[in-house]
């Protein structure tokens, strides 16, 4: 007995939750690599911004006319070639050297090589959610996408795919990489190497519609055998209720249009318009990360999904109140 | 010409009383370029009051967490008119207006090359963007696409498809900028035949003021960039009405097409303006510290430099688009380069201070807080243009900060310097000075309390363009400080706008030359008469009035 109590605790402690996307307390190697290249970036713009801008003051102290003061008029300077081509050349060589370093920077982030046994996701956009699909284990989820941490040898980098349904979305996870679009018609790439188990909030950074600023994003980095746990349970269909109450929940599901745009894997419903729901209860949020995952929180979704996120793709479907209490007891049941 | 002999005596223009519809009729039918400019300027600051009132709703959206001010499809059409109206309604007409009224002035001419064009240019100009605004109005749509344009300033496909931008919205976007469009390139021909053909005898080019040559400059990179806007604005309208798939990704068309289109406009236009707010500095920045400008041909070089560059930057933009490694060290170069002649600017300015005697009035505070305000733009463009930083950068707050010091801080404070510099010549009335002061304190003070920290913001993971945001992300006290700011703004801009109106009838008389300054347009009277100057000018040096105060020790001894 002692075994699978100390494993449910371990399983229930939750995850470190990175709320604050700081770009600057990078947790990957693409966010680190730019990290280290904007501390030299903004070192050389801040001793340039100390050292110019400290002239500029000076000069508006030191030359301030004076009321009463002298009335002629000060010496007529017209310029000088030398100091010119001074501040010509010295703002050249500084650029040289940032452009030299900026060329290593870019090829070593986005012309990584994929090592074998890196995982796969592809990330899909949708008017305002995001849709993530494992092709490898065959897997579909929505708005928050599960990777492995890497710490060492035999753990593996996530490789993503981006494309998208609709219009133009970008994913972006501060702490884990720079962001990348995602355009429809186009397919763009970006890898992502978690360094410690946790969960990283993002948002999509391209303004894609109404609901731009409700399109949340969340990367759950767990330990490899977490995620492998994860994957077993993904993969695995809907459970089918037992209980005939439930059964009759599933039933009133089903005959709703419901299935017309949400899919439950084993079941009738297989729409691809909506995030996959066979196994909602198991994330942490719903509608794209706009409210936490709770029942009632749930029930005012499917209620009204307008009233929490207005303009959005899924409507008010007018449920009778049996109707609401068995679609919300049967998508419970989702695990 | 043996000698400068034009008289700085004007007969002044008989006031006269006309009725209210004669008044009317003679400001609708003008070709007057310096009407015409100060309708261009009049109109670019009504509607920047206008977008200023939208910035503000905003910012009161955004000054707590999960506010509901405004509901999520008002707020993407006020972020989008606030941008359009800000760059093609604000903006350009600042160039326009500022190059009608000083060009003909600053060389000596009697009017633009085609006053007429000029007056077509403006009126179509006005045309289009009442076309934007009767969206709000005329557009209705279905849901999601609402009255007034909700795609962004810079309407990314495919969101501007009918797909995802149903009802007329967008077309009034596409069709009130090209119409727009069409003003802004009659008066950058104006501008470059005016000054190529008009100078008064022994202005060369190397005498021209420094800002008409940064106004031609900038009409040369309208002539070249809005093409590709308006060209791109009629693909998206064959699209929508014509069945075309150009950016139609659904039919197998680019996005990121749309993306090259906008941008080879997009960044000659951000240079195209901040043009005019570099061309009132060079005029008063030398005037206020009593010296002529430091390193006259390199500005001019450097101009012309940017000019050039700025053609080749566009896609620093899109570093997020997954372009491959080597377009993205292309563009990061080009834009880090185009920091070396910016630079040079920077520290002509500069050491045009070193060594002079600062007049610190209202124009020249406004001058001096642009340098600084443009030092932190220039240097934090530099982050972005480094490719890597950028993709963390773009799209975040970081980048809303870097371009609003950009045109707020150095753009609208130089343009400030130099209304503040010309009110009198165009009024004959000073600004008064307390009031300018307050102006100048309130809107420095509160510009930087609502932008600097926009920076965090960004480098904090907050996205531009979101109508709302859930605590606990970071963004809460950054979020509050910044729509404080706002607050002071207003009062800075509001002591502006009284201080305009007051002067016009209680200001102080200014005199033909208040400023002791050099350029012509200071050598005939205030107002100037229709035909500015009485007997045409002749010019020795690049500071005639100079010439003329000091004839014991001229400039074109030097030159």
């Known amino acids: 007995m002692i075994q699978p109590v100390a494993f449910l605790q371990a399983a229930a402690s939750p995850l470190v939750e990175h709320r604050v996307a700081d770009m600057f307390k990078p947790l990957a190697t693409p966010a680190h690599t730019v990290f280290d290249l904007s501390l030299l970036v903004m070192g050389i713009t801040a001793g340039i911004f100390v050292v110019v801008g400290g002239l500029i003051i000076y000069a508006i102290i030191r030359f301030r006319h004076k009321e009463g003061g002298d009335p002629d008029e000060p010496p007529q300077i017209y310029g000088s070639n030398q100091i010119e081509v001074a501040w010509t050349v010295i703002p050249i060589l500084i650029v040289f050297a940032l452009i030299g370093v900026t060329a290593r920077v870019v090829a070593g982030v986005q012309d990584q090589a994929e090592p074998p046994g890196a995982i796969h996701a592809t990330v899909i956009g949708h008017q305002w959610w995001w849709e993530f699909r494992y092709p490898d284990y065959g897997i579909v989820t929505a708005n928050e996408l599960h990777v492995p941490i890497t710490t060492g040898p035999g753990e593996h980098p996530t490789f993503l795919k981006l494309e998208s349904r609709d219009v133009i979305h970008s994913f972006w996870v501060p702490q884990l990489a720079g962001k990348t679009d995602v355009i429809p018609n186009r397919e763009n790439t970006m890898w992502l190497d978690p360094r410690e188990p946790g969960i990283y909030f993002g948002n999509c950074a391209e303004y894609c519609g109404t609901q731009h600023a409700n399109m949340l994003l969340r990367v759950v980095a767990q330990t490899p055998s977490d995620f492998a746990d994860w994957v077993a349970q993904q993969k695995q269909r809907a459970a089918v209720p037992t209980d005939p109450q439930l059964k009759q929940a599933q039933r009133t599901f089903d005959r709703l249009s419901c299935i017309a745009c949400h899919a439950v894997r084993g079941t009738p419903a297989f729409g691809v318009v909506g995030p996959d729901l066979t196994h909602l209860m198991s994330r942490q949020t719903i509608g794209a990360g706009v409210m936490e995952n709770t029942p009632a929180n749930l029930r005012a979704w499917i209620d009204n999904p307008q009233a929490i996120k207005p303009g959005c793709e899924m409507p008010d479907m007018k449920l009778s109140d049996q109707q609401l209490d068995q679609v919300v007891a049967y998508i419970e049941t989702l695990k | 010409m043996s000698s400068i002999d034009f008289p700085l005596e004007f007969p002044h223009e008989k006031p006269s009383e006309f009725s209210f519809s004669e008044t009317l009729y003679s400001w609708v039918a003008t070709v007057d370029h310096k009407r015409l400019g100060l309708m261009y300027i009049t109109t670019g600051l009504l509607f920047f009051v206008i977008a200023g009132i939208m910035a503000s709703v905003m910012r009161l959206q955004l000054a707590f967490p999960n506010q509901h001010v405004v509901q999520p499809e008002t707020f993407n059409r006020l972020f989008t008119m606030h941008g359009t109206t800000m760059v093609f309604l604000v903006g350009m007409p600042f160039v326009a207006g500022f190059s009608n009224y000083l060009v003909p002035l600053m060389i000596g001419a009697r009017d633009m090359a085609f006053p007429r064009l000029n007056a077509f240019g403006f009126w179509v100009f006005l045309f289009g963007g009442l076309i934007l605004y009767f969206s709000y109005f005329g557009a209705n749509g279905l849901s999601g696409a609402g009255s007034a344009p909700d795609v962004g300033w810079f309407a990314y496909s495919p969101l501007t498809e009918r797909a995802f931008s149903r009802g007329a919205s967008t077309d009034y976007w596409a069709i009130g900028i090209f119409v727009a469009g069409i003003g802004t390139i009659a008066s950058a021909i104006n501008v470059i035949a005016t000054a190529v053909t008009m100078r008064c005898p022994g202005m060369t080019l190397s005498r021209m003021p420094l800002f008409v040559w940064m106004m031609v400059v900038v009409s040369w990179l309208i002539l070249l960039a809005i093409p590709p806007l308006s060209a791109c604005q009629i693909m998206l309208m064959i699209d929508r009405y014509l069945g075309g798939h150009f950016f139609d990704t659904q039919a197998g068309g680019s996005a990121v097409l749309w993306q090259h289109f906008f941008w080879i406009f997009g960044h000659p236009e951000v240079y195209i303006l901040i043009f005019p707010g570099w061309a009132s500095v060079s005029e008063t920045i030398p005037v206020f510290s009593r010296k002529p400008m430091f390193g006259r041909s390199a500005m001019v070089g450097a101009s012309v430099a940017i000019g050039f560059i700025s053609m080749s930057v566009w896609a620093h933009h899109m570093f997020a688009v997954g372009m491959t490694s080597m377009a993205n060290t292309f563009f ?19 050491a045009t201070m070193w060594g002079g005697k600062l007049h610190m009035t209202t124009s020249m505070m406004f001058a001096c807080a642009f340098l600084l305000q443009f030092l932190v733009a220039g240097l934090t463009g530099i982050m972005l243009g480094v490719a890597p930083f950028d993709w963390q950068l773009t799209d975040s707050y970081f980048v809303v900060a870097h371009f609003h010091y ?54 904090l993971g907050m996205p531009r363009r979101i109508y709302t945001y859930a605590p606990g992300r970071g963004w809460d006290d950054l979020n509050l400080i910044a729509s404080i700011g706002v607050i002071v703004q207003a009062i800075g801009i509001l002591a502006f706008v009284w201080n305009v109106v007051r002067s016009a009838k209680w200001g102080k008389p200014a005199g033909d030359d208040p400023w002791d300054a050099w350029t012509l347009e200071w050598a005939t009277s205030s107002p100037p008469p229709e035909y500015n100057f009485e007997k045409v000018p002749v010019v020795r040096s690049s500071r005639p009035l100079w010439d003329l105060k000091h004839p014991q020790d001229p400039d074109w001894k030097y030159e």
Do not use: Q
Request: glycine content about 10%; some cysteine; overall charge positive.
């Open chain 2, 406 to 459: 950009t045109l707020v801080g150095a753009m609208l404070f130089a343009v400030f310097s130099g209304i503040y510099y010309w009110y009198p010549k165009a009024t004959g009335r000073m600004l008064n000075e307390t009031l300018g002061k307050i102006h100048f304190w309130f809107l420095c003070i509160g510009f930087n309390v609502t932008f600097l920290p926009m920076h965090w913001l960004g480098f």
């Open chain 2, 332 to 350: 990061a170069a080009s834009t880090m380069l185009i920091a070396v002649p910016t630079g040079i600017k920077i520290f002509n300015w500069t």
